[in-house]
């Protein structure tokens, strides 16, 4: 009953310390950001019920976002903290006099540890992928009215180059679309040009692709039939589909809006499954840095696993009753796990490691650091 009472003290203790942190960091990155772009919060708002709604929409998936970044930091200043205020308290040297050693002390820490890790994985996997149209929002395009770059892609599935003027996030249309045709699929002209192209998803009465709209180069396609390649569908004209206008067409492609246009933030915020599906996209052609994320996203768990058993023992064993030290400690380890760890990503994403070795590399180094702290904590 005892340890169970004291389990609980420690529990509730290390996971207030993590919230706190958690709220103080978010805090003053919110306040900052929002009085920094305030300008255009209260241009894309037109009442103040607005723009709460504006607020929420738009900071609510970046803290999920930034938790996701910062977890492993902040399980470990958590845990750190938690000791060091234990033995600043003198309730450790209460606790080893009843009996209880240091290791089991720090049971309920790595416990209340090993939930929160559990709960990253789920927001990492589950929760931010649904967000990624919020997440593509920046602080200065609230609406997604301004134009942002589009960068020609193959759609290596059917040879086409997609490529624009400019992309609109807020109707996911491509401005002056510019489709170069591969050989295969000329026969009208070797381009596909429009004032507009908007991206529509999948449906059971059609794939998904591009909808070009107030076509202008070719002339008169509503005359002529639709285009096939390798058996597929590619280029669908009004003549076999009643559905699109005289001066419309479509373009079969697997490459939706967020992965022709966004870039970094289907990379970082796609779930592992969408990654590796991705992979498996004939239309796409992802380079090492996907694979080096998909590693690091199933080693990820085990990552902040270890930098919490590298850290911690620090405190444990030093009996540090200087939070700030303490705190100072944890960065430390962060800061050196985290160069390394990036150092090595790095390395895969140019081919000079293979993905799943830089992935894996930071845990198998550390690793044994880690076991010889946990040796030292239990003796």
């Known amino acids: 009953m005892m340890f169970k009472i004291i389990d609980r003290y420690i529990a509730r203790y290390f996971l207030q310390s993590f919230f706190v942190c958690f709220f103080s960091l978010m805090c003053v990155y919110i306040v900052f950001d929002f009085f920094t772009n305030i300008d255009e919060f209260m241009r894309a708002a037109e009442d103040s019920r607005q723009l709460a709604q504006l607020f929420f929409l738009y900071y609510g998936p970046q803290t999920l976002a930034v ?7 902040l399980v470990l200043t958590a845990a750190m903290f938690t000791v060091a205020w234990l033995q600043r308290q003198h309730e ?17 820490v790595i416990v209340g540890a090993v939930a929160l890790i559990i709960l990253g994985v789920i927001n990492r996997e589950v929760i931010i992928p649904r967000m990624i149209p919020l997440l593509s929002r920046s602080n200065t395009d609230l609406l997604g009215e301004k134009a942002r770059d589009i960068q020609a892609r193959y759609d290596n599935s059917t040879d086409i ?6 992309a609109y ?6 401005a002056q679309p510019n489709f170069l045709l591969p050989p295969s699929l000329d026969q009208y002209g070797g381009q596909l040009i429009a004032e ?22 070719p002339k008169n396609l509503h005359e002529k039939p639709s285009l096939s390649w390798k058996g597929r569908p590619v280029l ?44 498996h996209n004939p239309s796409l052609d992802l ?13 990820q768990p085990l990552r902040d696993l270890n930098l919490l058993f590298l850290g911690l023992p620090l405190v444990v064993r030093r009996e540090q009753r200087n939070v700030f030290v303490a705190l100072g400690l944890g960065v430390l380890v962060v800061s050196l796990f985290t160069a390394i760890m990036l150092t090595c990503e790095y390395l895969g994403s140019i081919y000079l490691v293979s993905p799943a070795l830089a992935a894996w590399l930071p845990f198998f180094i550390f690793v044994p650091l880690a076991v010889l702290q946990i040796d030292w904590l239990w003796e």
């Not at 938790?67 to 930091?73: A, P």
């Not at 450790?92 to 309920?108: C, D, E, Y």
């Not at 967020?258 to 970094?264: A, I, N, P, S």
């Not at 380079?287 to 080693?299: E, F, K, L, S, Y």
Request: glycine share 10%; hydrophobic share 40%.
């Open 287 to 299: 380079g090492a840095d996907v694979r080096v994320r998909i590693h690091g996203r199933i080693v």
């Open 236 to 279: 669908l004209t009004p003549h076999d589909h009643p559905w699109l206008k005289p001066d419309q067409c479509f373009v079969v492609s697997d490459i939706d809006f967020e992965q022709l246009t966004g870039g970094r933030v289907w990379r970082e915020y796609s779930s592992t499954l969408t990654l590796i599906r991705g992979l």
């Open 161 to 166: 180059l997609l490529r624009g003027g400019a």
């Open 92 to 108: 450790m040297t209460a606790l080893l006099a009843a009996g209880i050693s240091r290791a089991r002390v720090a049971v309920p």
């Open 67 to 73: 938790l996701d970044r910062i977890l492993g930091l």
């Open 169 to 174: 996030r807020k109707d996911q249309r491509i």
């Open 196 to 217: 507009n192209a908007y991206y529509l998803p999948p449906t059971a009465d059609r794939p998904g692709g591009y909808l070009m709209d107030k076509m202008i180069r």
